[in-house]
């Protein structure tokens, strides 16, 4: 069966670390990946989009991998802060031209002053 | 702001009713998608289209439904609805290929 799985555990760090999070794939095949924020009550905010044949793509304190061989995606915040304390979603786009958009459940990420 | 707006943002309604959700997306953006999310769940994938066509679809139960206009507005109907539909149900659009821009929802008390 499909499954994007990403860790249900929240993620705790402290101010000024960085937060590695994971997305695992499995019987999808995405034309590319996204990373979404989401706060509680409020809508999914787009924040970085990765394609296929890219490795690593990089907006300010924010990193994204994508290992098609491994089906697998990490998502860096360097240097977190508090404010950065929210749910991160990893979203497959399928390669259908329309874009089917998937989401994986979720890690949530508390960062600790 | 996102650029795409829900209405209503709170619904309060019995089980058996009907009610629609209406979503405006972002000026140029095509795709619609719409999404449930129970209480500490996931995002599910109900329904997506494409410039007024149905191009992909999720757990939609067929009590759902939903529509994209001309307008590029769309609409998700949720009738006969019992209990277990109370939710978050978010609009999403997206140009062809990019990221999807979110509305702010509606939440749905089915009581």
């Known amino acids: 069966s499909q499954k994007i799985e990403q860790n249900s555990e929240a993620l705790n760090i402290q101010e000024g670390k960085t937060a590695t999070l994971t997305c695992n794939y499995t019987?999808?095949?995405?034309?590319?990946l996204q990373w979404y924020r989401q706060d509680p009550g409020r809508g999914p905010v787009f924040l970085l989009l990765?394609?296929?044949?890219?490795k690593e793509k990089r907006k300010e304190r924010l990193k994204v991998t994508f290992d098609t061989t491994l089906k697998q995606s990490l998502f860096h915040i360097t240097a977190s802060q508090p404010a950065d304390s929210a749910t991160y979603l990893c979203a497959l786009v399928m390669n259908t031209g329309f874009q089917k958009l998937v989401f994986g459940t979720g890690t949530r990420l508390l960062v600790s002053p | 702001d996102s650029g795409v707006t829900q209405t209503p943002k709170h619904l309060i309604t019995a089980t058996g009713q009907r009610v629609t959700l209406r979503c405006s997306p972002r000026s140029g953006d095509l795709s619609v998608y719409w999404y449930q999310q129970s209480l500490d769940q996931g995002l599910q994938f109900l329904i997506q289209?494409?410039?007024?066509?149905?191009?992909a679809k999720g757990n939609i139960l067929e009590r759902f439904s939903a529509q994209q206009f001309p307008d590029l507005h769309s609409e998700l109907n949720l009738s006969s609805l019992e209990l277990g539909d109370s939710a978050l149900y978010f609009c999403?659009?997206?140009?062809?290929?990019?990221?999807?821009?979110f509305g702010q929802g509606t939440r749905l008390t089915v009581v």
């Open positions: 289209y494409y410039n007024g066509e149905e191009r």
């Open positions: 990765i394609r296929e044949n890219e």
């Open positions: 019987n999808y095949s995405p034309a590319y």
């Open positions: 999403a659009s997206s140009a062809r290929r990019g990221g999807a821009f």
